[in-house]
């Protein structure tokens, strides 16, 4: 019979320690070979998101690289397909703040959505996101 076994665990990133990590092998290797980082498919629920985006800076060519091997290897087309994407995207997210947000605000409200933007955009700059007057 299959027994779960639970226990906690947890998992720390340090940025520091990868960024420090990866200018060592940049060393060890020299300047005439780049370091290209690769992460697993399965590692994107441990945060390493935040390991990829520091990557990315510290290793610009790398990803130039992935990308030219990419459209290699699916053609110019792959540029069009993810214009589309975001395209579609950026529409829906548009169509989005139109009905789901500012529908409300007018029907129920009676406050015009030009006027709303203008008071948010007033209490964007006040309050700078919670922080206060600071």
């Given at each position: 019979m299959y027994q779960k076994f639970h226990r906690a665990c947890w998992l720390e990133i340090d940025l520091g320690r990868i960024k420090n990590n990866f200018r060592e092998l940049q060393k060890m290797a020299g300047d005439r070979v780049t370091i290209m980082p690769a992460v697993k498919?399965?590692?994107y629920g441990?945060?390493?998101i935040m390991a990829c985006r520091?990557?990315?800076k510290l290793a610009p060519i790398g990803v130039f690289c992935l990308m030219a091997s990419?459209?290699?290897s699916y053609g110019l087309s792959l540029i069009s397909n993810i214009a589309k994407l975001l395209g579609t995207f950026y529409?829906?997210?548009i169509l989005h703040i139109l009905v789901i947000y500012l529908l409300?605000?007018?029907c129920v409200a009676r406050i015009d959505p030009l006027s709303f933007f203008q008071l948010f955009s007033?209490?964007?700059r006040t309050y700078r996101c919670g922080r206060g007057n600071t």
């Open positions: 498919a399965n590692a441990h945060g390493v520091a990557l990315v990419a459209i290699g529409a829906g997210c409300p605000v007018w007033v209490y964007r």
